[in-house]
């Protein structure tokens, strides 16, 4: 139970944990999104595009991370900064699918700019899942000092 009362007084750790838990239902939300996209655009053609584009670009993420922190001076700022255009660019997609149609979308995901926006997308993506696990280490040591047992 103290450790609970610790947490609570821990105000970055809730913040973070939070934007945890909304990061995994926007992931729920991406995931049958996507299961969507894949369904409507049947021609075969989104098929290899959207793995490739969506699942590899997000290692490469994890890559930009460290040069953006750098850049903010700051892994809040960082962090939000990847948030924001990923979600961006997840609308843009999502827009760009609706006004294109199925065929005219799925042949813009054969190296179009649906095939680009994915791939920038899933960069962004991969960047900002991998903040957690820089930042967290950082809550437990504010509310160790907060709490007077660091």
């Not at 750790?13 to 838990?21: H, P, Y």
Request: with cysteine; proline share 2%; aromatic share 14%.
């Amino acid at each position: 139970m103290v450790q609970l009362g610790d947490f609570i007084k821990n105000r970055p750790a809730i913040i973070l944990q939070i934007g945890e838990a909304l990061k995994q239902i926007m992931q729920a939300i991406k995931m049958e999104w996507s299961s969507m996209c894949l369904h409507i655009f049947r021609t075969g053609k989104l098929l290899f595009c959207s793995d490739v584009c969506v699942y590899r670009s997000l290692m490469a993420g994890v890559f930009i991370m460290k040069p953006f922190i750098r850049m903010f001076r700051d892994t809040g700022r960082a962090y939000q900064f990847c948030m924001l255009i990923s979600a961006g660019l997840s609308l843009l997609v999502f827009f760009l699918c609706k006004s294109y149609g199925a065929e005219a979308a799925s042949d813009s995901m054969q190296f179009g700019l649906l095939f680009v926006v994915f791939i920038i997308n899933g960069i962004f993506t991969g960047t900002y899942y991998s903040f957690t696990n820089v930042m967290t280490p950082a809550t437990v040591d504010y509310g160790e000092w907060k709490n007077g047992k660091g």
